[in-house]
């Protein structure tokens, strides 16, 4: 392989700063090249900086995937024993059914892994006068404007 002094037909002597730059790569294997500026021993500061930058914006998209991901978990949660505090709360309609629901609306609440949670239930007349329908709303806080589910179920009158 020819090095640099064969490909320019400069001496050692000349100088190498007259050759072009992409020559400089033969003064690699040359060990009598004096041109060591040209050597590339790792990165420059620039590609570092990019590098880094590059790095920095893929944690800060990772970070707010795993803190999206872990909100979603807990607020899955939430709404998972919201919705067995409701399906308790009708169950237990349609177990009593001594007692025919009066159409109105009544809150209370139920403890459930240890958090109280806030019902509100509506009975409503339907089109059969034997089977009335029930809207169960379930908070998380009493004074939380939208419930976190709402279960809608329906009671046949006892025979």
Known sequence: MADFHQL????????????????????????????????????TLIEVIVALGI???????????????????????ERTFAHWVAMNKM???H???????????????ELMAEHEWYW????????DDSVR???????SNEDDEFPLTTLVGFVAKPS
């Open 133 to 139: 329908r029930v809207y169960i709303r379930i908070r």
């Open 55 to 77: 790095i920095a914006v893929c944690m800060a998209a990772v970070m707010t995937t795993v803190t999206t991901n872990a909100r979603n978990a807990a607020g899955l949660k």
């Open 120 to 127: 509100t239930m509506k009975v409503e007349k339907t089109e």
């Open 8 to 43: 320019t037909g400069l001496s050692d002597n000349h100088q190498h700063r007259r050759a072009s730059h992409f020559f400089h790569k033969g003064c690699h294997y040359n060990k009598r090249c004096r041109h060591k500026k040209f050597r590339n021993n790792g990165f």
């Open 95 to 109: 177990i009593n059914n001594k007692e025919w629901p009066a159409t109105r609306t009544t809150t209370g609440t």
């Open 91 to 93: 169950a237990e309609l």
